[in-house]
């Protein structure tokens, strides 16, 4: 649940009508989320398991699959944003992400149409456009910040995306307060942290070095990078933080990362185990040079980060992609 008081949001990464219509609007009244998340991955899944789309997919028989799958998703995207939509009024979060086309992560121009236009035709201002942290879309976040559009930069792993992230939406910003309107525009950005322990905490065991701490070790630097530079616009969200199996806590990721001025998206489990037993203990700031250090002995056991970070960046993109070109054969 929330903690106004530390700084701490905790969004839900979960999209799916059903669960919009009947429990969506409990966990924000009872102060248990303040904001939500999506990506392809979520809504491919809701899609293609839930009967709640098939009386809408039913009237979009003549349309492509791409135009059945954005009208769903704008469906329930402005949905979740109408029921958070009184938090964001009084500047208490209430924001939720809809990520552009996965297949546009190369195309600076193609994801910033998209961006526009997902945004003008949710219509509703607590929506914020989900960018990949790639080179194209490091252009893509500064203009449409600029332009007054919220922005989730997503799949980041490396300090060095984070950096370049924290560059284009300061200057994005600074655009937009010279120009705009005044609107507050804010940006947050989404490291992700449980596959790095995925990937490598059998590794990691077999050469003496406690498991399940890189990707909290990797969001606290990153977590640090952000905070240093002391804009309250531009957040660290920490996402992927569900746990697979039953090595860690449900809640693991949650508790192990509470920290002030951050946000925590999480699966609707993994928030379920937390409120069954939530502490608000800040376990960060970490000291750089103890993260430092911890780095260094990854890098003595014979742990390349460069190529941990290239691997799960290329990963992520191809599962998002993945993902999504089976959910417009399952919509065609």
């Known amino acids: 649940m929330i903690d106004e008081k530390l700084g701490f949001s905790l969004w839900l990464d979960f999209i799916e009508r059903d669960h919009l ?31 709640a789309y098939t009386a809408q997919l039913d009237r979009l028989q003549n349309h492509s699959a791409k135009a059945k799958y954005e009208a769903l998703a704008k469906e329930d995207i402005r949905t979740a944003a109408e029921t958070l ?11 939720v992400s809809i990520e552009v086309d996965p297949f546009l992560c190369d195309d600076t121009e193609g994801t910033i149409e998209e961006g526009r236009r997902l945004y003008r035709e949710i219509g509703m201002e607590n929506v914020m456009i989900k960018v990949p942290a790639t080179e194209a879309g ?34 994005g910003l600074k655009i937009w307060r010279a120009t705009g309107d005044g609107k507050d525009v804010r940006g947050v950005l989404s490291v992700f942290v449980s596959r790095f322990d995925r ?19 990797n969001a606290a630097k990153i977590y640090n990078l952000v905070e240093s530079k002391q804009d309250p616009a531009i957040r660290t969200l920490f996402a992927s933080t569900g746990v697979k199996g039953d090595a860690y806590p449900a809640d693991y990721y949650i508790k192990e990362l509470m920290a002030p001025h951050s946000v925590n998206t999480a699966p609707l489990a993994t928030i379920e185990a937390f409120v069954e037993n939530p502490d608000h203990t800040p376990k960060l700031p970490i000291d750089d040079e103890k993260i430092e250090e911890f780095f260094a002995s990854v890098e003595e056991k014979g742990i390349d980060m460069n190529e941990v970070y290239d691997t799960l960046l290329h990963d992520g993109l191809k599962a998002f992609k993945e993902a999504f070109a089976t959910l417009l054969a399952h919509l065609e």
Do not use: W
Not at 144 to 167: D, K, W, Y
């Open 85 to 95: 939509e009184s938090l964001y009024k009084e500047g208490r979060d209430g924001f």
């Open 21 to 51: 219509q009947r429990e969506f609007g409990r966990l924000v009244e009872e102060g248990i989320i303040n904001g939500a998340t999506s990506n392809p991955s979520i809504f491919a899944n809701s899609i293609e398991t839930s009967v």
């Open 199 to 217: 990937m490598l905490d059998e590794k990691l065991l077999e050469r003496g070095i406690e498991p399940g701490r890189v990707g909290i070790m």
């Open 138 to 171: 490091y252009e893509a976040m500064k203009t449409l910040m600029s332009e007054g559009h919220h922005v989730n930069a997503t799949l980041i792993f490396s300090p060095m995306q984070a950096l370049r992230c924290i560059e284009a939406m300061q200057e």
